[in-house]
C-alpha cells in the first residue's frame, strides 16, 4: 500500500512552491474538504481505493485522482462563486 502521508499544513513540497496557480488551488482544496463533509469523505475514499492499487509511478497514482478533484473542485466553485 502507498504512504499517503500529506505534508503538515504549511509546509509546501518542492512540487507545490513551483507555482503561485498550484498553491492558490491546493488552498481552495483544501479549505472546500474542510467544509464539506461529503467531498472530503469521497476524496478519502478514491485515495483508499487507489492507495489499492499497483502504481508503476507515483505520478499515475497522483493522475488517477484528477477526475475527482475536479468534480469535488467544480461543486466548490459553484457553491462558492470563485
Known amino acids: 500500500m502507498m504512504d499517503l502521508a500529506t ?4 509546509k509546501a513540497t518542492a512540487r507545490e512552491s513551483e507555482s503561485p496557480v498550484v498553491n492558490i488551488s491546493m488552498v481552495k ?3 472546500w474538504l474542510r467544509v464539506s463533509k461529503d467531498d472530503r ?5 478514491t485515495k483508499r481505493n487507489l492507495a489499492e492499487v499497483e502504481w508503476k509511478c507515483t505520478q499515475n497514482y497522483a493522475d ?18 470563485t
Open 29 to 31: 482544496f483544501r479549505n
Open 64 to 81: 488517477a485522482k484528477s477526475e475527482v478533484i475536479e468534480e469535488i473542485m467544480s461543486r466548490a466553485r459553484r457553491t462558492t462563486g
Open 41 to 45: 469523505e469521497l476524496y478519502a475514499r
Open 7 to 10: 505534508p503538515a499544513i504549511g
